[in-house]
C-alpha cells in the first residue's frame, strides 16, 4: 500500500502497463470506514490487479458534505485506507471530483457504488474512450458514514 501523489501518477501507470497490470481506479471520502466500504473496495480490486483509490482532501469534503465534515483527517483517511489489503494505492485530490485524476491515469475499470449510474460517474466517457470500462458495485444495504453519524448524535 502507497499513498501516492498526483504528479507521481504517470510514472505509476506507465510501470503498472509495462507489467502488465490491468488499473481499476475508484474514489470517495470514505470518512468512517466501515464493512460497506470494505466490501466495495474488495469488489473492486477483483476486478484487476491494482487497486488505485482517489481520496477526497478535507478541503474538498468539506465543500461537498458541510462544515463538519470530514470527522477525520485526509491523513488518517488515507493511513486506514493504504492499510487495507484491497487497495494498493492512494491518491489525495483536492477539486470536488477526480477527473483530472481519471484522465491521468486513464484505468482499464472506473468503479463507482451502485448508487451512480453510468451518466453521473465522472470520467465514465474518459475511460471509455480509451478502451475501458465502468462498473457499479451495489452497496451493502444499511451502511453509510452518514447514518454511523447521525446514530452516534442521538445516543
Given at each position: ?45 477483483a476486478l484487476g490487479d491494482v ?105
Amino acid at each position: 500500500m502507497i499513498i501516492t501523489s498526483e504528479t507521481e501518477l504517470v510514472a505509476l501507470r506507465d510501470g503498472l502497463r509495462a507489467d502488465g497490470k490491468r488499473i481499476v481506479f475508484t474514489n470517495g471520502v470514505f470518512d468512517i470506514l466501515h464493512a460497506g466500504h470494505v466490501t466495495y473496495l474488495e469488489q473492486a480490486q477483483a476486478l484487476g490487479d491494482v487497486l488505485v483509490l482517489g481520496l477526497n482532501a478535507d478541503e474538498s469534503v468539506r465543500r461537498l458534505k458541510g462544515p463538519e465534515r470530514p470527522v477525520n483527517s485526509e491523513l488518517d483517511r488515507a493511513t486506514v485506507i493504504a492499510g487495507l489489503r484491497s487497495v494498493d494505492h492512494v491518491v489525495i485530490f483536492g477539486d470536488d471530483t477526480p477527473l483530472t485524476i481519471i484522465e491521468t491515469l486513464l484505468p482499464d475499470v472506473l468503479v463507482k457504488g451502485g448508487d451512480y449510474t453510468r451518466d453521473t460517474i465522472v470520467g465514465a466517457d474518459v475511460v471509455e474512450q480509451h478502451g475501458g470500462k465502468v462498473v457499479t458495485i451495489p452497496l451493502l444495504e444499511g451502511r453509510s458514514t452518514t447514518s454511523i453519524i447521525t446514530r452516534v448524535r442521538t445516543v
